[in-house]
């Protein structure tokens, strides 16, 4: 067995997910809203296997979807995009990623990461070939500084790995981070890839600044999209990759030997969805940050330090304040005692954890935010 993967342990995800079932709880541990989507994009979908086809599509995604992907980035990112040339649809983002790293890494090249971090990240690079060096962000900002990339880059460096807006801190990096990641990217001849799904989960007033519109990185920079962050249907698995040419032609060809396609119905409903009015997207963003302040309002009101969050589905606390130190027992304790499941977020580091904050997902009907609310007042007055 590779022993990359035949390591590794149960995702905490599954760990947690179980236990919430096991015992009950208010599961606000795996990120996924209540909601099952907007209506008329499903419609699209159960339309399209009906009525259209259900045959191979092209290997770099339906025309309509690559030119739909192509005017939405220009009119909500102002990207200037070539849908024959310079946008692929892949089986997700997860899929597009790791054909990314495929198409990109030989072995023996070094790939800087951002930790905290999605945990496939590392397998994936390892699996490609790729030497992790990380980055280590702390709260509250989680932010860069020149330093940190300085002893992370190095003449082996070939690719970044980078995550924005950031899962699992519900962090943005400013424009000034972002400028100085480009600048180093183009000193050291690094290509970027950049994890984007949650570029329309964002709050307060925030826009989406791709990394492909920062100086120099238009032809060293692999931007993914997610449908299903985008439209609340996390199970579509429907992912967008847009690139200068000359990167998608190996992108599109590591591509054809994962996955190949992607369900026609699927790209047609996205197509559709992706020319959606502005009214959509805004409330959207309006329904989340709703429930972001109800929730947050609630943990503070029950004396959780809650740090601040402006994207994504999710609320991290730092329970170090309540004198907990471990939050992998804080879970555990938790959902096993209290009812309520969230996420250890040392688990989303590979060294270096911070063992202080635990993450709450937020994008749950009311109801299901109370009840959880109910519970940690219950665990608040035993504590």
């Not at 396609?261 to 009015?277: E, I, M, R």
């Not at 250890?344 to 994008?363: I, M």
Request: hydrophobic share 45%; glycine share 8%.
């Amino acid at each position: 067995m590779n022993p990359i993967f035949s390591a590794l342990q149960t995702s905490v995800f599954e760990v947690m997910s179980r236990l919430a079932r096991e015992t009950g709880a208010v599961n606000l541990g795996q990120g996924f809203p209540d909601d099952p989507g907007p209506e008329d994009v499903r419609r699209k979908a159960a339309d399209a296997v009906i009525n259209g086809w259900n045959q191979y599509p092209p290997m770099m995604g339906l025309p309509e979807l690559r030119q739909s992907v192509a005017t939405h980035f220009k009119r909500w990112q102002g990207l200037d995009l070539d849908p024959d040339a310079e946008v692929m649809v892949t089986s997700g983002a997860t899929e597009a990623i790791a054909g990314a790293l495929m198409a990109l890494i030989t072995p023996g090249d070094e790939v800087v990461l951002f930790e905290p971090m999605y945990d496939a990240y590392v397998p994936l690079v390892r699996r490609a070939g790729g030497i992790p060096k990380f980055v280590t962000l702390t709260p509250p900002a989680f932010g860069l500084s020149e330093e940190a990339l300085a002893k992370a880059f190095s003449p082996k460096t070939r690719v970044v790995l980078f995550n924005n807006p950031l899962n699992p801190t519900a962090t943005i990096f400013s424009e000034a981070d972002l400028d100085l990641l480009a600048a180093f990217c183009v000193r050291f001849d690094a290509v970027a890839i950049c994890d984007e799904v949650w570029e329309h989960v964002v709050f307060d007033g925030h826009r989406h600044k791709p990394m492909l519109s920062r100086p120099g990185m238009r032809e060293r920079t692999v931007k993914i999209s997610s449908a299903g962050k985008i439209f609340s249907l996390t199970g579509w698995k429907v992912g967008m990759v847009m690139a200068a040419p000359n990167l998608m032609r190996v992108l599109a060809k590591a591509h054809q030997y994962i996955t190949f396609t992607t369900p026609p119905n699927l790209q047609a409903a996205v197509a559709y969805g992706l020319g959606k009015d502005d009214s959509y997207f805004e409330g959207m963003r309006a329904d989340f940050q709703r429930s972001r302040d109800r929730f947050a309002a609630g943990l503070t009101g029950l004396g959780f330090n809650v740090l601040p969050s402006v994207g994504t589905y999710f609320l991290n606390v730092d329970i170090g304040a309540l004198g907990e130190s471990d939050d992998v027992a804080f879970c555990q304790r938790l959902v096993m005692e209290n009812g309520v499941a969230a996420i250890p977020v040392s688990a989303f580091y590979a060294e270096g954890a911070v063992k202080t904050v635990v993450r709450f997902c937020f994008a749950k009907h009311d109801s299901t935010l109370d009840a959880a609310l109910e519970r940690l007042a219950d665990w608040r007055k035993a504590a």
